[in-house]
């Protein structure tokens, strides 16, 4: 429940940690700083509405529940379109212009970028961090899934990368939030995943704040660490608000972000 708690590495000085508090009629967990400072942006995590959240684009829910589940959130946020993609731990991220209405599957891919209101951007977590970037000059926004995985893959710079060539966005200008997910005292590790991260670890450390390497990388691409926060919910140990893979779950959260119409 804390990140950087004492958990390993420690969160970059400046990085605030902000608690999303459940609202909206669509029940969306959302980042209430941003809710005032960006009232064009459509942002949060859920489990969903009436009926629960499986998408079942990639499970067992029938299609017609499913697409019906889509469409409820759509109407629920008030947004037209909304994009999502099989997600595969890479680092590809998809830039969007303008959607037809309703639910569009990207090819393989764990982040979505967009500067076209009413583009309704959406990655499933479920222990994976979901990172928001903004760049509230044109605006423009990309909401990636960070695994350890998309991490070392470096989708967090290819997100950044892609706000900078599609709307002109300077990094120092970005602001980053780093959504509910695993804390640092959940997240048991192998020693291949800061082989991976490219991050040494003290003797013994076997888990690893996912969010506070999210902040890191952040810092390094040159987004200023008062731009930068981080969740304190844990989806393994906070309670049960949120469904958690190392907990059991088999259900994911959906992540979104969008430029309200
Ligand atoms: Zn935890």
């Given amino acids: 429940m804390r990140p950087g708690g004492g958990s390993f590495p420690t969160l970059p ?6 608690t999303e508090s459940a609202g909206g009629g669509y029940p969306l ?43 409820q959130l759509r109407e629920g946020l008030g947004m037209p379109g909304v994009v999502h993609a099989r997600q595969v731990h890479g680092a590809a991220v998809v830039w969007h212009g303008c959607l037809p209405p309703g639910l569009m599957v990207a090819d393989d891919a764990d982040g979505h970028g967009t500067a076209v209101p009413g583009v309704l951007l959406a990655v499933s977590v479920a222990d994976c961090v979901p990172i928001l970037l903004v760049a509230r000059t044109r605006p423009a926004i990309a909401l990636l899934h960070g695994g350890w995985r998309g991490v070392a893959a470096g989708i967090l710079e290819a997100g950044i990368s892609l706000l900078t060539e599609q709307a002109g966005a300077e990094p120092e200008l970005i602001h980053l939030h780093c959504g509910p ?23 013994g450390q076997s888990r690893l704040d996912l969010r506070a390497v999210i ?16 969740s304190s919910h844990c989806t393994r140990c906070g309670g049960g608000q949120f469904w958690s893979h190392r907990g059991g779950c ?3 959260q959906l992540s979104v972000a969008g430029i309200r119409c």
Wanted: charged letters at 15%; a positive charge; hydrophobic letters at 50%.
């Fill in 13 to 18: 000085a400046g990085v605030t940690v902000v």
């Fill in 29 to 71: 967990h959302q980042h209430a700083e941003w809710t005032v400072a960006f009232p064009w942006l459509v942002q949060g995590t859920t489990r969903g509405g009436a009926g629960g959240l499986d998408m079942g684009l990639f499970g067992a829910v029938p299609a017609a529940v499913a697409l019906a589940r889509w469409r």
């Fill in 181 to 203: 997910a695993i804390c640092g005292s959940c997240y048991e590790i192998g020693p291949e995943v800061p082989v991976a991260l490219d991050i040494p670890v003290p003797a």
């Fill in 215 to 230: 902040a890191m990388r952040a810092l390094a691409a040159g987004i200023p660490a008062h731009r930068i926060s981080v």
């Fill in 250 to 252: 088999r259900e994911r």
